[in-house]
């Protein structure tokens, strides 16, 4: 989902079979034992396939273990330190699922509802005929010969699950950046064309877990990012997880890296949702 970037310690790589041993070992006591988690992710920054990474561990009690490795930001050398935040984005995905998986626990939401029962925007959907070439945008114009009903109302379900037809994004808003309202970004979903008939076939959509934010929003009576905040973020103590990072929060950014196609080595990625 990208309504906005989170943030986050990162918590992202959860290596516990490595504390396993193979067998029995034998420690003097002058010698400490060798960190298996390190000595798996030292040679990983060595070779420039990692920049740096965070390593949590925890059972539902305490924190087993909790490690930085490497570099924060590369060209300045500055180390990994264990609260430096990382850019999630489409983490925030599972995290609107569990918050909405929250109501229907309560029983606020039915999975087999159809999405118009709570954003009646969504009644009489059309599909593509035939389905568009893979994109990211669906195609921006559509003549009306092109289009049929669809077979059901999308379900809630299928926004879940990335089975609805709703296209990655829309082509109202084509940027990587969120710029509308969740209320009209999900408007102009509901006015677009399914890119197949619903629960027929299978695309990752941005747009689906938006029209889920949305459906917490109406169902909830409070804002999304509110009922993130007191729902989720707060009772479990995600203390840096937020979608408007302070002055204090991004400095402790960690810049974010990719590998660059010409010489296979990292180079830094600028990310819209940060600026």
Sequence with gaps: MQMNAFQTIAQ??????????????????????????????????????????????ATRDHTAYLEPVGFRDLATKTPMRADDLFWIASVSKPITATALMMLVDEGKVNLDDPVEKYLPEFRGQMVYRTRPAPSQTAPARTEPSELVPADHPILVREILSHTSGLPFRSAAQPGALDLLPLKDAVRSYAAEP???QPFTDYSYSNEGLNTAARIIEVVSGMPYEQFMQQRLFDPLGMSDTTFWPSAEQTGRIATTYRLSKQNGLLEATHIDQLT
Aim: proline share 10%; with cysteine; charged share 5%.
């Design 12 to 57: 992202r790589l959860f290596l516990i079979g490595l504390l396993c041993s193979s067998g029995p070992a034998v420690f003097s006591q002058a010698t400490a034992p060798p960190d298996p988690i390190q000595s798996y992710l030292q040679p990983l920054v060595d070779n420039h396939t990692l920049a740096g990474a965070v390593t949590l561990v």
């Design 194 to 196: 399914l890119l197949f």
